[in-house]
Structures are given as C-alpha cells and as structure tokens.
C-alpha cells in the first residue's frame, strides 16, 4: 500500500480521531476544522467518481455530472482496479445502508 510510507504515530492519531466520530454533524464540524473546503472537494469527488465507475458510467458522463478531470477519473479507476480496496470497502457498505 502507498500510505504505508506515511505509516506512524501521526497517521495513527488523525485515523482514530476520525474513528471517534459518531455522526455526519460531528464529521462535518472536524472536516471543517482539519482541512480545507478544497482538499474536502477533492475527496467527496473521488468518491463520486469511484461509485460511478463501479456503476459502469462513462468517463463523459463521469466528468460531465462530477466536474472531474479525466485525469482524476483515471487515477480512481487505477485504484480501484489496482489499489487497497480501499474504494470497494466503503461502496460496499454505503451501499448496503442505502438499501
């Protein structure tokens, strides 16, 4: 895994604190604080990007509905298909809860 290379105390901390979040408000209320409105874009957007290549939409439609690169569509579709699982994970359960 490529955050291997991050693999610490840090990573550690951060993953737990977000581990300790008990709702969307309280998500909402750090996400606010820890990162920037951009750098929370950038991530919801990927996510989107994933649930609809999982779906079997297009790169146009993809891009057209997200406003994403193809170069973003292109970096999520290589993680999906090579990557952690990492995507399939949560797709998997969000998707579960939708249901």
Request: with cysteine; hydrophobic share 35%.
């Amino acid at each position: 895994m490529q955050i291997d290379k991050l693999r610490g105390k840090q990573l550690d901390q951060m993953f737990d604190a977000i581990l300790s979040l008990k709702d969307r408000e309280e998500c909402y209320k750090f996400f606010d604080d820890i990162a920037t409105m951009s750098e929370i874009h950038s991530i919801a957007q990927r996510l989107q990007v994933a649930k609809m290549l999982t779906e079997g939409h297009t790169y146009n439609v993809i891009e057209n509905e997200t406003n994403a690169s193809t170069a973003t569509i292109s970096r999520v579709r290589r993680c999906i298909n090579f990557g952690s699982d990492g995507y399939q994970l949560v797709l998997d359960r969000i998707m579960d809860e939708e249901e």
